[in-house]
């Protein structure tokens, strides 16, 4: 059976360009030829052009690096095949070294001006300008070309990246046109899964160019693309001799303005798992959450003490607060009060906002398992870091010693320890009011049901992509939870597919 949960070098592991070029230098160091690799990439280029578009004249735009080698390659094959091709090169022919040098040398057809007049007359561009070595913004002529792509609406297929997005981060550095496909090679690259990058890319298609998997330190790899692959195995499923304790006990705190939001976190609760939800519905309100709320106990409160005697029952083994709670100091003290239990909490929207002013409060009082899911606003209000959004996510699970779930079309979720993941089946969709509060309601019940924080954040942030995803148009908050049943059946056929393999 093939291991299932690969939170190590598997397949859905992203690579840096170091971390990349480190995996380059292994698999030559142990063998592999470095023109060999090249005249894979090439190839593999040529390959997506012939699948994808019918032929025509291409222009191939070379960089001064490996990245225009691969034009080379790509360019000589297509040529072979009967393309008309043209390559323009930036920079001196002279110039090019290593493995690029002898691309170069294995190229017979014509050469133009790298201007953005080499443009006319193409159907199909081949950007092999820069991928892993871009090392600062497009200038000069790269950037006039790049300028003349954004305007023509020519197809693009990108080399590794769309030259200019950074790879490792997904940022643009000066401009970069998008592309209709882009080829990457080994594994893909954060900058694939992270916006900008994400939008410029187009289809990314993965090709293997010969780099055994055996070269990627498992010990090392601490950033993948979400999937079921990542947490499959610790998936709590029910079990024949199961009861309802043993699935967790959520508690969610009920607002007493807002009263829609904690009602969706509890229903998202139930549905994804959670043996017994809990709402503490504020003694005014008492009757609409009473009256709306089927799968949950509704118990009225009315202050800390009420509602610390309710915490008081150690069953209840994962509290959520945050949809609708109020941006005041009673949250604050709620929040405090059930970090001070050291159980699972899971802290969103209000519950993060309460703390602007005094973050610290928050990441010294965080002691048990955690997780904060805020989105791009909520974060601003408590971290002070800079940097792409995969850094600035890791910087603030260290900082606060949480697991962070930083939300978003590229939602990203990090670990104190350093391990993030970015989440890419999430669809336009999602952005709709209060679906944040049902991805609450998820990452609770499965922490409820005894998963780890980081790949409990993970399933439950892919599992709502999934959800949005099945249902489609029209999508309102209300209706994820309502879908989750149809998503979880697909994945429990696919775990025991996995199981039997
Ligand atoms: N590392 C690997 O495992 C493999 C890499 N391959 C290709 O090699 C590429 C990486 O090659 P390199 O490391 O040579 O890097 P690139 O070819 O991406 O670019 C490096 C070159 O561009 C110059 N440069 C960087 N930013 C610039 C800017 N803004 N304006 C002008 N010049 C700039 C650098 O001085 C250097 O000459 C990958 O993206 C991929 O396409 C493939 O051949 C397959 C194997
Ligand atoms: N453009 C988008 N594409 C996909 N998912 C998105 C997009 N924008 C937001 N989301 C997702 O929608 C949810 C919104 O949550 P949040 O901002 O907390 O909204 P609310 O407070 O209304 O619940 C998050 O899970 C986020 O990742
Ligand atoms: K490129």
Redesign the pocket.
Known sequence: MRSRNRLEGGDNALLTSLQ??E??QA?IAGGAEGSA??QA?GAAVAVAVGVRWKMRPVIVLC????????GFVAASHLRSAGWPVKLAL?GSRDALVG??AGAADLWHGSTVPFLPGCLDGAGIVVDAM???????????P?LDLVMALKHRHIPVCA???PSGVD?STGDV??AAARAEVTVT??RKKPGHLLYPGRGLCGDVVLAD?G?PASVLNAGSQDTWENGPDLWLESYPWPQPEGFKYKRGEVLVLGGEAVTGASRMTALAASRAGAGLVTVAAPVRVWSIYAASLMNAIVHSFDGPTDFNTMLADARRNVIAIGPGAGVNASTRDYVLAALATKRAVVLDADALTSFAEAPEQLFDAIKGPCVLTPHAGEFLRLFDVDGDKLHRTRRAAQRCGAVVILKGPDTVIAAPDGRAIINANAPPQLATGGSGDVLTGFVAALLAQGMAPFEAAAAAVWLHGAAASHFGLGLVAQDLPDVLPAVLQNLKALSDTVGRS
């Open positions: 990349m070029q995996a380059d698999a690799l090249m990439a960089g001064p690096g490996n990245n225009g080698g691969d930036l493995e690029a820069f991928g892993a070595g871009l090392s600062r913004p497009l200038a000069g790269a080399i590794d990246v790879g550095l000066g090679f080994f160019i780099i």
